[in-house]
């Protein structure tokens, strides 16, 4: 089964821009729907992007236009790049994967988890 982990997370200023990566092993990323969650403590996990086998892209309502999820199946990996980011950005950043159909963004659907980045953004 796949496995996933996750990287570049980091402490950073309001306004920066981070890139996170999920890099997979044991098998190939590119017949599975790729997506980014966010949980901060004491909150319910939160969808934020997922990028689909065809390349398709959907978003969470509340990501505005600074989240941008992208894949590189030639890396096996696939990649958040946020922009612009504020305190309330921060969490820890989760990639998740799944074969099954129409997943998109329901957790529930998602089979295979990382352990997770943190991401924190100071004032």
């Known amino acids: 089964q796949v496995q996933l982990l996750e990287s570049g997370g980091r402490v950073v200023q309001a306004g920066d821009s981070l890139r996170l990566s999920c890099v997979a092993s044991q098998e190939s990323l590119s017949m599975y729907t790729v997506g980014w969650f966010r949980q901060v403590i004491g909150k319910d996990r939160e969808f934020v992007a997922t990028?689909?086998?065809?390349?398709?892209?959907y978003y969470g309502d509340s990501m505005e236009n600074r989240f941008t999820i992208s894949r590189d199946n030639a890396k096996n990996a696939v990649f958040l790049q946020i922009n612009s980011l504020k305190p309330e950005d921060t969490a820890v950043y989760y990639c998740?994967?799944?074969?099954?159909?129409?997943?998109?963004?329901?957790?529930?659907?998602?089979?295979?988890w990382g352990q997770g980045t943190q991401v924190t953004v100071s004032s």
């Open positions: 998740a994967a799944t074969r099954r159909i129409g997943a998109r963004t329901n957790q529930n659907n998602y089979d295979y």
């Open positions: 990028v689909m086998d065809t390349g398709t892209t």
